[in-house]
Structure formats: structure tokens, C-alpha cells
């Protein structure tokens, strides 16, 4: 099974290259973050015409989630609270950041981490209470699920080999030590960082600034993630990053992440 996570930047202006790409790849699950639409106005006939079942989050202008698959998902549920309840989530999901469902035996979480703006302000203190709140929400979900993927727009770089030039932007947003420990304390609930299994070396990159030639000078972050539980990392045969669709005119910022999962294994039985 392949898993593509893309934050697509406006699933109205992307939707040519979002079919486009899907034609050319294939992949059994599409996770898109930033779509920008509410639910009624969402374009999903050419996905239906593709072959793709469609489940939506969205909101006008901002955030929005989206799950394409092939075959029908079961269990779709839209952010916290469904676990939580709606008094510990109280205003986090009013903004569209998280929809799950599951397809055989794997659950996907896909998910859409607020950006921050800029440390210490109030956008990134909400950006830390939204992942402390998505981290009690994965440790109940993953006694639930083994088999867990979650992936998506984390707006963190994991470490320094996730930033083109990390000595410039020590301590700034999407990589300030706060993220990172925020980011690492729901690793350590059972994942493990897919793209990481098959490739160590920095110099990969997910995102590009739109500014400054930032893409042509490979001036990036790897802020696009797949985390996947052990039993499920176990099964995972490769993940890639596309930066084909980066190239193209009017692009996303952000290029698709692909993870491919085999068969059950021996662990699974």
C-alpha cells in the first residue's frame, strides 16, 4: 500500500496538478493538508471520476484536511474531540486540522500542525497546546490501533539535518527546541519517522519558500511527515520525497511525501 501525504496550498488552485499527479502516481491513500474550502464547495468529482472515495474537513480560506483512497475507509472521524471529548478540546477543532479513518488493517491519522508564526507569540503557544493535545490523543488511539499511521504538515523539522542552513535559524519557528521536544514526546509514544528508516543524510527537503529562489537553491525543510507505529514501521519498504510537482509552474510550496507499506509481517501473527 502507498500513503502520499502533500500539503497542496489550496486544493481550488492545485486541483490540475493534485489529478495530475494522482494519474501518474497511483498511490492507494492521498492525505492533502491546506485545501482552503469549505465542504460543499470542495472539487470532488474529479477525484470520483479517478476512482477515489473522498472524505473532507474544510474550512473557508484556512487549514482544511482531506483523505482520497481507493478502496472505502471505515471509522472516519474528525478531530479531537471524538476521543477527547469536547470539553478537554474546547476551541482546537474549530480549525480543520485532523480527519482518520481506516483501510485494512491500518489507521491514518492525517493532520495539519498549526505553523506558529513566530516563537513566543500567541499563534505559538497554540501551536504547542495543539500538539500536547495531539499527543493524548495518539497515546489512546495507539493501544487502539497498532497498525497507526500519522501523517501530514508538521511544521517541524525534526533536527538539523532537516534545514538547509540550520546555524540560521537556531531557536526560530519550525525548529525552536519547544517543537522539537513537542514533536519528539509523541515519537516516543511508539513511532518511528518513516522517511528516516531508508535515508540518514540531510539535504532532503519537503518545502521551499516561495521567496528568494528558494526551490532552484534547494533552500528547504523536511517539515512533511510519515509516523508510523513500530509494528507498522516494521512493514514499510521505502519513503520518498517528489519534488517533481515543486518544479512545475504555480506549484504548492510543499512536495508530496510517498511512504510504501508490504504485507503483514512474522510480528504482526
Not at 492507494?28 to 471520476?49: A, G, Y
Request: net charge negative; hydrophobic share 40%.
Amino acid at each position: 500500500m502507498k500513503i502520499a501525504t502533500w500539503n497542496v496550498n489550496s486544493i481550488r488552485s492545485r486541483l490540475d496538478r493534485a489529478i495530475a499527479w494522482l494519474q501518474a502516481n497511483p498511490v492507494d491513500v492521498l492525505c492533502l493538508q491546506e485545501t482552503k474550502v469549505i465542504d460543499r464547495d470542495f472539487p470532488q468529482q474529479p477525484f470520483l471520476d479517478i476512482g477515489y472515495n473522498c472524505y473532507i474537513s474544510g474550512q473557508k480560506s484556512y487549514n482544511g484536511v482531506a483523505i482520497f483512497s481507493r478502496l472505502p475507509m471505515t471509522d472516519i472521524n474528525i478531530g479531537f474531540t471524538p476521543i477527547l471529548g469536547a470539553e478537554t478540546v474546547g476551541e482546537f477543532d474549530e480549525q480543520k486540522r485532523l480527519i482518520t479513518g481506516i483501510i485494512g488493517d491500518i489507521q491514518i491519522i492525517n493532520i495539519y500542525v498549526p505553523n506558529g508564526a513566530e516563537v513566543d507569540s500567541e499563534k505559538y503557544n497554540y501551536k504547542l497546546n495543539w500538539l500536547k493535545l495531539l499527543q493524548e490523543y495518539l497515546k489512546i488511539i495507539i493501544d487502539k490501533s497498532p497498525n497507526l499511521c500519522v501523517c501530514g504538515d508538521f511544521n517541524i523539522a525534526p533536527d538539523d539535518r532537516d534545514i538547509y542552513n540550520p546555524k540560521a535559524f537556531k531557536n526560530q519557528i519550525m525548529a525552536s527546541p519547544a517543537e522539537r521536544e513537542a514533536l519528539q514526546a509523541i515519537v516516543e509514544l511508539g513511532f518511528n519517522d518513516a522517511f528516516r528508516k531508508f535515508t540518514l543524510e540531510s539535504g532532503y527537503f519537503s518545502w521551499w519558500d516561495y521567496r528568494s529562489g528558494g526551490f532552484p537553491q534547494n533552500r528547504g525543510w523536511r517539515i512533511d511527515h510519515h509516523y508510523l507505529s513500530l509494528s507498522l514501521s516494521d512493514r514499510a519498504t521505502s519513503c520518498i520525497i517528489d519534488k517533481t510537482p515543486r518544479s512545475l509552474p504555480k506549484p504548492s510550496d510543499h512536495a508530496p511525501v510517498i511512504v510504501e507499506i508490504g504485507n503483514m509481517s512474522y510480528k504482526d501473527l
